[in-house]
């Protein structure tokens, strides 16, 4: 049997360079992991480029007929590292109190731990799987979408799942994730004609009708929260015209946007919206919707992870929606989905770091929980 500290476990994931999208040898180390536990590992490839190819797995460890089917969630791509750290982002070290390197938080610490505490629940208990991507990171397009399509071809799916994200805030266990925001981002493009800043009735200036609509979506209010969210929010994140003479009028301008929304909103709604106002300014929109918004309200589920994280550290979690998206807002159309991992505080930083007695208070919660899932 293989040594399942979770510390080391985690030390042998950030080993493997898997900046996203990741493929090879760190789903390779997950599957020596989890193979001598008696997990069936499907591991497949998906995509091409650009946002390709992307490597998945799906494990599995079958329980009894009829028996009920709790899943792990996780990615094992990391955000590209950048300079300036103090030991190589992807040579794992421990430092006193902490193990430093790239995904060691967000989320090579949490899949590990997951692996750590599965090994001490008896087959008996019930199916427990693995869902495992390499493509959190990025656009999303051929990681955690495939898996669920692979998950409903075979007609296999969990009644319950819980995603190793890093939720916790100051300290481990203060927060789970009950749902996230949705996520559009838009493209802007005000098409003009191009002239001489002397003769302006022989052109046609952009500029001016883009920021018209954009000081109109700046105006707009767009709810003022709900229940279990915050209010929706939208963000100019760009503007452009990239004109490099003074006397020149432009042809065109653009700007992008991004708008984190609530479950009082609907992505396909907003689009419709903002692309009503851009035409009346004569702007065109292109859109993607990352997902909609979503929540696993407070019940069972919560309550069940709840105790475990109050058993193991005392703390009573906040059930929260705050925060960006993860693929939790994909898993959630298989069952319901909660997240919960270890603190955030130096998840995509330079010198990444975990508190090392954290990895084992994680294990055992994730044992508990587990535990109960399958009860």
Partial sequence: MPDLD?????????AHDSVTPATGSVFAELAAM??????????????????GPVENCIAVRAGPAGSRHFAFAGHLDVVPPGQGWTSAPFTPERRGALLHGRG????????????????????EAGTISFLITGDEEGPAQFGTVEIIKRLREAGDLP???????????????????????GSVNMW??????????AYPHLADNP??????????????DLDSGSDWFQPSNLEVTDLAVGNP?????????RARLSIRFNDLQRGPDLVEQVSAMAARHRVSV?????????????????????????????VTPDLSTTGGTSDARFLRALCPVIEFGLSNATMHKTDEAVAIDDLAVLTRIYHRIATAALD
């Fill in 6 to 14: 979770p510390v080391v476990l985690t030390e042998r994931l950030i």
């Fill in 245 to 253: 003479a003074t006397n020149v009028i432009p042809a065109e301008a």
């Fill in 104 to 123: 060691a938080v967000d989320m090579k610490g949490a899949i590990a731990a997951m692996v750590a505490a599965v090994a001490q629940i008896p087959r």
């Fill in 188 to 197: 802007l493009t005000a098409a003009g004609m191009q002239g001489h800043v």
């Fill in 286 to 314: 292109r859109a993607v919707i990352s997902g909609e918004a979503f929540i696993t309200l407070p019940g069972a589920f919560s309550d069940l992870v709840s105790a475990a994280v109050q058993a193991e550290t005392g």
């Fill in 34 to 51: 989890l193979e001598p536990l008696g997990f069936a590992v499907d591991r497949f490839v998906a995509g091409e480029a650009p946002d």
């Fill in 159 to 181: 009644d319950l799942c819980l995603v190793g994200e890093p939720t916790s805030v100051h300290r481990l266990g203060d927060m789970v994730k009950i749902g996230r925001r």
């Fill in 207 to 220: 500029i001016p009708r883009l920021i018209a609509l954009l000081a109109e979506l700046d105006r707009w």
